[in-house]
Each structure stands twice: as structure tokens, then as C-alpha cells.
């Protein structure tokens, strides 16, 4: 069995994994680049945009692709929320 180096020990098995003794790894997201989407709504709550348009503008100069641009934020839904995002955030700020 291997050795936990740190510890001086064997790894935990069964009940004791179970309880969180093993070792604590970065969460799933962590160095990971945000979606199309979640930088979408990032960039909508932090108050600096005025409409769509806009934010489409920040994406490209992000680096993101236009095609995932274009098929992320290419729904109706989705842009009245990101505008409702965008209005709410302009109100919180200037007012």
C-alpha cells in the first residue's frame, strides 16, 4: 500500500474517507477559465456597461471565440436577463 509522505501513514479507507480524512484537493473550478456565460453575468453586475452590445465588445477582447459569443448569448432569454443584470446594476451604482 502506499504511503502518505506527509503523514508517514497509509491513506484512509472506508469509514475514515468517508469522514474527511483524506486530503483536501482545490475545487473543480480552481485555475479554470469562466464560461461564456458566467463572465457574461460577471461583467452585467459590475455596473460598467450600458446595454448588450457592450458586452459582446469585453468578451471579444477577453479572448473569447465569437462563435461562442453568438450561440451563448444569441437568445432572447438570456439578453433580457443579462439586460435586466446590466439595468440593476447601473441603478445600484448611481444611486
Same mark, same amino acid.
Given at each position: 500500500m502506499a =504511503?502518505? =509522505?506527509?503523514? /508517514?501513514r497509509e491513506?484512509? #479507507?472506508? $469509514?475514515?474517507? $468517508? %469522514?474527511?480524512d483524506l486530503v483536501r484537493r482545490r475545487p473543480m473550478n480552481a485555475g479554470r477559465r469562466s464560461t461564456v456565460l458566467e %463572465?457574461? #453575468?460577471? *461583467?452585467?453586475d459590475? /455596473?460598467?456597461l450600458s446595454s448588450i452590445r457592450p458586452l459582446r465588445r469585453m468578451l471579444l +477582447?477577453?479572448? #473569447?471565440?465569437?462563435?461562442? &459569443?453568438a450561440s451563448n448569448l444569441g437568445? *432572447?432569454? &438570456? !439578453? !433580457?436577463?443579462l439586460k435586466a443584470r &446590466? +439595468?440593476?446594476? %447601473?441603478? %445600484?451604482?448611481s444611486g
Open positions: =504511503l502518505d =509522505l506527509a503523514a /508517514g491513506p484512509p #479507507f472506508g $469509514r475514515a474517507a $468517508r %469522514r474527511g %463572465r457574461a #453575468f460577471e *461583467l452585467a459590475s /455596473g460598467k +477582447d477577453e479572448g #473569447f471565440a465569437f462563435a461562442d &459569443i437568445g *432572447l432569454g &438570456i !439578453r !433580457r436577463a &446590466i +439595468d440593476a446594476s %447601473r441603478a %445600484r451604482v
